[in-house]
């Protein structure tokens, strides 16, 4: 008995001398794990390789917040490559930024926007959003200066967030974009390539210049305000302004839709309605492809019947060689054209294409009907006549858009900027504002040239 006590004391006490040791080394990983907590807080999160901000900055290849406000996720790199939820956070960052600003000049005195160019606002973080949803962003991307202002920031605001709500359009997401360094802006293009000729042995080669011409884009102002009463206050200005900051960007993108399909610069508008507005409507700024197609003449009639594959088949072969590369060619219809070219067989949608979606490019379409890409518009209009134009008559026929990418292309001089500024003092109220200034041109279409087609006369 007296044994056994003795041998259950010396195996408590050797059972204690383990428990001390193993709350030593416990009380040695504890420290570890708070310095090493400590170190990753001094650390930014962006330096995580699994974290949304360090992706934004690898991707980009950017070591710095100012450099990845710089960025445009709407390119075409950014599309392509680029996950969703890494420019979703990129492009939220932005919005939080901007409507910081806002709320700076509104409540915190900062500087005024003028027309051309952006206040320097320094005391960007002053506000209550600020500090819950744009510090953390700074903080997380490793701004030294996050809790000082980032003076830096607003500055950026112009030339890079709003600008990519640009290529979110399906139409003009399609055209090539050239950056005008002056208004008009001229690229030499070359018309025709000679062909080379037979030469007799030791006979003088006959000399024949190439064909050349120019583009020309001449940029036009497009201008969206609205006004905000003085009696805003503090906590519903975020919501406000970040509502109208989208409002006035989507009135310019609708504004390129809406002339990329529909534009008429001759006197007299192709449609009566849009003939009776005034002269600045978008619709009357520059010529789009419907206007295009018809006044040469490229057109299919449909008939006065739904969209079928043969006359598809029309409208492609009347484009020629500029219809033969389904990766260059694009159809534009409004929803109830694509109602109808779902309904053919050989139109293939995008569940259906599987590991083939590439096949799309970088198009946004829904459908793909001889591995052209369909995109649907709501600016193509569906109540025109069988002439493929609006008359306050005949008022039950769309259209459906073909044409070469290639062969037409947007001017960018000024890309879409939002401003904010005090109105006249007797009327107690800002006005935010929205500009850009934007060409569109393309090759001249000829007999020769039928590189946008118009299919007419389809019964909606």
Known sequence: MDKSIEEIKKTCEEQGEKLKSLEAKNAELEKEKA?????????????????????????????????????????????????????SYILKMKEHVD?????????????????????????????????????????????????????????????????????????AGVHEEIKMTSNPYELPIETATPEATVVAEGAQATSTNISTSKLTWTAKKFCQFTSLPEELNEDSAADIFARTRMTLSLAQVDAVEQFLINGDTTATHQDSDTHALGADVAAKAFSGHRKLALANSATVDFTGAAITLAKFDSLIALMGKFGVNPREVVCVVGPQGYQQLKSIDEVTTVDKFGPQATILGNFQ?????????????????????????????????????????????????????????????????????SYQRIGFTGFTQSASEKSTVLGIDILV
């Not at 003028?114 to 973080?125: F, I, Q, R």
């Open 35 to 87: 310095d090493l907590a400590k170190n990753i807080k001094q650390i930014p999160v962006g330096n995580r390789s699994d974290s949304l901000e360090n992706r934004a900055l690898n991707y980009f290849g950017k070591s710095h917040i100012k450099e990845l406000l710089e960025v445009n996720t709407g390119s075409l790199y950014a599309r392509t490559t680029i996950p969703e939820d890494v420019r």
């Open 99 to 171: 409507v910081a600003r806002m709320i700076a000049q509104r409540f915190y005195g900062g500087a005024r926007d003028s027309e051309e160019k952006p206040g320097a606002v320094k005391n960007l973080l002053g506000s209550n959003y600020a500090k819950e949803f744009l510090v953390p962003h700074l903080k997380a991307l490793g701004s030294t200066t996050a809790t000082e202002g980032d003076e830096w920031v607003p500055t950026l605001l112009s030339s890079s967030y709003i600008e990519e709500y640009q290529l979110q359009r399906k139409v």
């Open 365 to 433: 379409a829904l459908a793909a009907v001889r591995g052209i890409p369909i995109i649907v518009s709501e600016f193509v209009r569906e109540t025109l006549n069988d002439s493929g134009v609006y008359d306050g008559v005949t008022t039950t026929k769309t259209v459906l858009h073909v044409f070469n990418t290639r062969r037409f292309f947007l001017g960018a001089r000024r890309p879409i900027q939002t401003r904010i500024m005090m109105d006249l003092a007797d009327y107690d109220r800002w006005l935010m504002a």
